[in-house]
């Protein structure tokens, strides 16, 4: 924590890279952020059960027309569960693989001497090559503090995260609470 009359009052350098499991952790902090923003809008839920019937439905037709001896002898509704179970595990197993692979490809952008620093006005994030990007208080949707990240939500999809682990010897906590006091006050200003 580092302080400067007029420059800004708070910096949180990540002082490692990231490793795979936190990227992982920031991964699936984003996406659960992106799903309850989602979720505000509506029809999520509708959406996912509509996608998983229409994929119980594909899959009816597909062993219909095979006609397999053993799916006509079956009830209907035994089949049709069968093939919504296989589909949902099918889409459970592929969304894991999918969320592993976005975290290894993810994880190359939680690089060392990442800084966040808070300015009068604005959040300066700073990459390790020190490349600056200004972001003004009005423009943070949300504060997201969990147990792995800062996640700073600039719109539905867009946001800027820093794994708290890799931001060691830092009072995380502190700054955390500094930054969303600040970002309160100013969303109150504007009101």
Known sequence: MTSAPGAYAAELIQSRNADASEALAIFHARAKA???RIAAVG???FNRAALLLAAG???AIVMMTAESRWVRSLPMIYTLSAIVSVAAVGMRIWLHAYYKRCAEVYRESFKANRRLVMDQDALVAVNGAGV????????IED????????????????????PKAACENQNVEHFCRE???????????RR
């Open 143 to 162: 504060i997201v503090d969990d147990q792995h990240a800062i996640t700073i939500c600039l719109s539905v999809a867009e946001t800027v995260s820093l």
């Open 179 to 189: 930054l969303r006091r600040r970002w309160q006050e100013r969303r109150e200003e």
């Open 132 to 139: 600056s990007t200004s972001i003004p208080w009005s423009a």
């Open 57 to 59: 439905v594909v899959g």
């Open 43 to 45: 029809g999520g839920r």
């Open 34 to 36: 992106f799903k309850s």
